[in-house]
């Protein structure tokens, strides 16, 4: 399946892009991170301490154990600091 | 209920003059976050990241849950993104009610969960340095008292 | 820190325009109170009566002390006295801090010392009686908590 | 010594008169207010549940046993309703 997938603040710099279009068969949230690091270390520094991370799916917050089944979109994010 | 996000600058006055009018209204509580200078090392902007399409549906949603739990009879939610310089306004939050404790507790409640819970995030940029700033732990704990 | 009390009144965006500006200031926080209508027997005039002269004293001991326990940047208590209609505003508070927690509890703070210690009495004339509001338990009960 | 007093809402409107000049020697606030209640029926009306009466001295909230010497004002009303 092909899911768009966004990063945010200094995830997006330690990756260098805001989004990208990944053809994936990742089950979880989590699995599309491994994945993610497996490509490349630029992935596997920006997901190396996953208690910073913080994941949407379809703009939803949701924990990284969730089902990837049926999401167009999976953001990548830092604890948010709005307000 | 109102829900707004933009990069440009409002008017708190121009916001609030109709908010809240109704018969049933005793009280309105208004929350403004303004860009503090830093102490050691000037600040020159300090630029806001979102999530377009999430923010504004977690404001929304965050809204919604403050106006149910606290019987309001208006929300207002502005907040801003990109570059802001000190002194400038970041964000705020109105809320009206029948009595007091109603419209503080409602707005302390959206501050809480729009800090922690919209996808914004501030990065602070100085002479010396540009660093995302940290969420803090007291943050998240302050959902606990809801 | 500013205090007022009056009869006419007062316009809240012209009183907060220039309220709390100072590199230091991160949070704002207003109340206002407004006169609500009253659901069975419609409210025709809201009369509150004040104490001139202890009201000014009553109302700066408390923003008084609001200002040194929360570190406030600036304070603003308006309040009005006279007959009042429903939707007039009665009064409102203003609190300038570095952090959204200051300003919040001193706006509390504030709303309470105001309502059981500075020298105001409502009475509320419909077309069937004139009846002085009671002062509730909670009101006194409030400000236990600081 | 002559005391100025003052009532407010409705223990003025039961006194009938927003204020008035008194010569007394009542050592506290309570002994002015026997003393205040002792003249006429209509303080002893307006004074007859002292839970329901606040006084202040000089401009300051005080507790009833508080001493009147070198007072200029004492004034009497019901718990404050403001805000």
New interface residues.
């Given amino acids: 399946m092909k899911i768009e997938v966004l990063y945010f603040a200094w995830l997006r710099e330690r990756i260098g892009l805001p989004r990208e279009t990944v053809e994936t068969e990742a089950a979880t949230v989590a699995d599309l991170v491994a994945e993610l690091s497996a490509r490349e270390d630029r992935y596997a520094v920006a997901f190396s301490d996953m208690s910073a991370i913080r994941a949407a799916v379809d703009q939803d917050l949701v924990p990284l154990d969730t089902a990837l089944s049926g999401a167009r979109e999976v953001a990548f994010f830092p604890p948010m600091t709005g307000g | 209920m109102r829900i707004v996000v933009q990069e440009q600058d409002f008017s708190?006055?121009?916001e609030?003059?109709d908010f809240?009018?109704g018969?049933?209204?005793?009280?309105?509580?208004?929350?403004?976050?303004?860009?503090?200078?830093l102490p050691d090392d000037p600040l020159q902007q300090m630029v806001?990241?979102?999530?377009p399409?999430?923010t504004e549906?977690?404001l929304t949603k965050i809204a919604q849950e403050a106006s149910a739990r606290w019987d309001l009879r208006d929300v207002l939610v502005i907040?801003r993104y990109g570059a802001l310089s000190?002194?400038e306004q970041?964000?705020m939050v109105a809320t009206a009610a029948?009595h007091?404790a109603q419209?503080?507790e409602a707005?302390?409640y959206l501050?809480d969960y729009?800090?922690?819970?919209?996808?914004?995030?501030?990065?602070e940029v100085t002479a010396a340095s540009a660093d995302?700033?940290?969420?803090k732990d007291s943050?998240?704990a302050a959902l606990d008292r809801w």
Avoid: C, N, Q
């Avoid at chain 2, 729009?114 to 990065?123: D, E, I, Q, V, Y």
């Avoid at chain 2, 995302?132 to 969420?135: L, M």
């Fill in positions: 708190a006055a121009e609030t003059a809240g009018k018969p049933d209204v005793g009280a309105v509580v208004t929350f403004s976050g303004i860009v503090r200078d806001i990241e979102h999530y399409g999430m549906k977690a907040h000190p002194g970041i964000m029948r007091r419209a503080f707005a302390e501050m729009l800090k922690s819970r919209a996808p914004f995030w501030k990065k995302w700033v940290d969420a943050d998240e």
